[in-house]
């Protein structure tokens, strides 16, 4: 109301101005003659005095009035419902006003009955109600127009026609399909898959039914294009929506759309405000889900040597901070970087996540022959740069630890992390990459408090002869690191890719023990030549496997959508799973949580259906479902409840129990579900 009374006020305000002349001058035109039983096309032209001056669609938004028409006809003459262009969007103050900019056409269908026996030359008359506006003021203007029609056959028609006719948005030849949830308005719109949406942008006819300035949403499902745009009112739903949607080229598509099922979309293309959480709660699930990642096996032992080689260097206030911030700078860049790269892959069409660089094999193999250089460090057979305690600490040694716990880190995501990563595949580039800032932030904290807390520092043990046997009790998780990644690369490539994997390893540490503290130029040829036999390795001996799954306690099927679909038609309650061979925090889900025998006797009597996705390999079916879901990596747990669209994302850490509660809850409604459904595979078959 206080929108439309400071129109209102404005458009009194503007009185004298509409007196000097129009600020939208228009014109109204027929395409040609009309015959008895035919048709022609009028067309109202709008021209603007100037390019400040803008008019308004059927729907005006917030603000605005729409074109009113007063006919006065001839007896047998008919005139259908206007046409209009694709709109663009004006927002000012919080309202969303639907305009045209510079010069437009409306276009009008005149009909003639057949019978018609009036004069040879029609006269249309026709009184114009509209509103022409600007930025600050708004004019109600009018114009009385008149217009000759012979009668007769049609002609061919004119070039102006024509390019009134582009301008329009055309109808979509199949009928699209709506449904309302209690906040939604969801739209099923046909759309080839082939078509690239860009940025979407859906204008409702229908007055006062959305919210029009809240931000949309739009998810892809094969030849669908899925909206869902916040309501502005709740109740009863229309019998049917009509609308434009405006594609990131700028072409318009008309719609009808009548309500029906709406299906879920599989890829989401942009995501409503709503969908996520505030940044200030994503950059703390962020800072949060990097600090987690220090205890894990792979972080932690290079977190403790660098914390025991400060103490023992006896490091002033100022080494110290030096220290802290090298290691964070390291650790930051190399998540930004590695977020980065994901960015862009994703940008160039490459389905990929969090993590993605696990899912090649040559990484995998970097990184074996990194966690056994390691570990041969921590026994103490020699002395890698950064992760040394007999030799001090430095701030480069910091800086390249800290890029070395950060590339190690990443086969993980912990609490915290799943909302900050999923909402930074849907956030702008700049936002997203200070996500992968904040994680890495995270990582880094430990270590950042020490150099700049002297108190921290003194909690510190005082050197010692025990500093060395610590030293080799960190190599034990670290060890057990470089054997989950043999048996990795044996899963991901084969017995043959494994062996030669762990020869490449081998080698490389046997290199680095007999060629301790030679001269740097030895050292370098030597690297050289690894990373040569590292590279031919790679090449000879990977296999692409048939990725055939070990037997389990909990039987299921391998996760397809089309499999999704079946289990779900079923009527049964469906657990779907990611999880991934190089994921430690899956593996540790699965020993709790999901291969137990209360889980499978539970999963039984409640007849649920169980999908595992195997996301060791790059599957871009999976990549793009997870994206679906609003995450960027695994784990990710999803229950489907018989009748219900969507699914519950379950917490990462499951309790040993949980899955067990939640087949025992869906037990009674399993119970009545229609005959036909898929049963689970049994237990002895394969994954």
């Not at 603000?63 to 028409?69: D, H, N």
């Not at 009955?113 to 930025?135: H, N």
């Not at 003194?458 to 990644?485: H, N, Q, S």
């Not at 969507?646 to 119970?671: F, I, K, N, Y």
Request: with cysteine; charged share 15%.
């Amino acid at each position: 109301m206080f929108a439309l009374l400071a129109l209102l006020l404005a458009a009194l305000a503007a009185v004298p101005a509409a007196a000097q002349g129009q600020n939208i001058r228009v014109a109204l035109v027929a395409e040609g003659p009309v015959a008895p039983g035919g048709e022609t096309t009028l067309a109202f032209k709008f021209a603007p005095v100037s390019e400040e001056w803008h008019g308004y669609w059927a729907n005006p938004g917030d603000a605005g009035l729409p074109m009113q028409l007063e006919w006065d006809l001839p007896e047998g003459v008919s005139v259908g419902e206007p046409l209009y262009p694709t709109p663009k969007r004006l927002v000012i103050d919080g309202l969303m006003n639907h305009i045209f900019e510079g010069d437009y056409a409306v276009l009008l269908p005149l009909r003639l009955t057949e019978d018609y026996a009036g004069p040879d030359v029609l006269q249309v008359s026709v009184e114009a109600f509209y509103l022409a506006c600007t930025d600050q003021i708004c004019v109600p203007e009018d114009a009385q127009l008149q217009v000759s029609i012979p009668v007769g056959e049609s002609t061919a028609s004119g070039t102006e026609f024509a390019a009134f006719r582009s301008a329009l948005a055309p109808l979509i030849d199949s009928t699209a399909r709506f449904e309302q949830t209690a906040s939604l308005l969801r739209l099923a719109i046909p759309l080839p898959a082939a078509v690239d949406p860009g940025e979407p942008h859906v204008f409702i006819a229908n007055r006062d039914l959305v919210n029009y300035v809240q931000a949309q949403g739009f998810r892809r499902n094969g030849d669908w294009l899925i909206a869902e745009i916040p309501l502005a009112r709740t109740g009863e739903q229309p019998e049917t929506v009509e609308g434009i949607v405006r594609l990131g080229s700028g072409q318009g598509l008309r719609f009808v759309a009548e309500a029906g099922e709406v299906p879920s979309g599989d890829r989401v293309l942009m995501a409503r405000d709503a969908e996520l959480p505030s940044l200030w709660l994503l950059l703390g699930g962020a800072l949060l889900g990097g600090l987690i990642l220090n205890i894990m096996p792979c972080v932690f032992p290079i977190l403790s040597l660098k914390a025991l080689s400060l103490a023992k260097a006896g490091a002033g206030a100022q080494e110290a901070r030096m220290e802290g911030l090298a290691y964070t700078a390291g650790v930051i860049l190399a998540c930004v970087a590695l977020g980065g790269a994901m960015l862009a892959l994703r940008a160039a069409g490459e389905q990929v996540g969090w993590a993605f660089q696990l899912q090649e094999p040559g990484v995998v193999v970097a990184l074996l022959v990194l966690a056994s250089l390691i570990t041969a460090n921590l026994l103490g057979f020699f002395e890698l740069p950064g992760l040394s305690i007999s030799e001090g600490s430095t701030p480069r040694g910091a800086f390249s630890t800290g890029l070395l716990a950060a590339f190690v880190a990443t086969p993980c995501t912990g609490p915290f992390m799943a909302a900050a990563l999923g909402a930074a595949l849907l956030l702008p580039a700049e936002t997203a990459l200070l996500l992968f800032a904040v994680l890495g932030l995270g990582l880094a904290l430990p270590f950042l408090l020490l150099g700049f807390i002297p108190a921290f520092r003194r909690l510190l043990p005082k050197p010692g002869a025990w500093m060395e046997t610590f030293r080799k009790v960190l190599a034990v998780p670290m060890g057990l690191t470089a054997l989950a990644l043999v048996w990795l690369v044996w899963r991901i490539g084969g017995v043959g890719f494994a062996l030669s994997a762990m020869s490449i390893a081998f080698i490389a540490t046997l290199a680095a023990v007999l060629f301790r503290g030679r001269n740097q130029r030895l050292r370098g040829a030597v690297t050289a030549l690894g990373a040569v036999l590292m590279a031919v390795g790679v090449l000879a001996s990977f296999e692409s496997p048939t990725r055939a799954q070990a037997e389990t306690v909990l039987a299921s099927k391998p996760f397809t959508l089309a499999a999704l679909d079946e289990a779900r038609a079923s009527g049964a309650p469906v657990f779907v799973y990611f999880t991934a061979d190089w994921c430690v925090s899956c593996k540790v889900n699965e020993r709790v949580a999901i291969e137990r025998e209360a889980t499978r006797e539970a999963f039984e009597q409640a007849g649920v259906t169980t999908l595992r996705g195997d996301w060791t390999l790059r599957q871009p079916e999976i990549t793009e479902f997870l994206n679906a879901q609003g995450v960027a990596g695994v784990p990710l747990y999803l229950w489907y409840d018989p009748g219900v669209a969507e699914p519950r994302q379950l917490q990462q850490l499951l309790g040993p129990d949980s899955l067990v509660t939640l087949a025992r809850e869906a037990g009674p409604r399993a119970a009545r579900r229609p005959e036909g459904r898929v049963r689970p595979l049994p237990r002895q078959a394969q994954r």
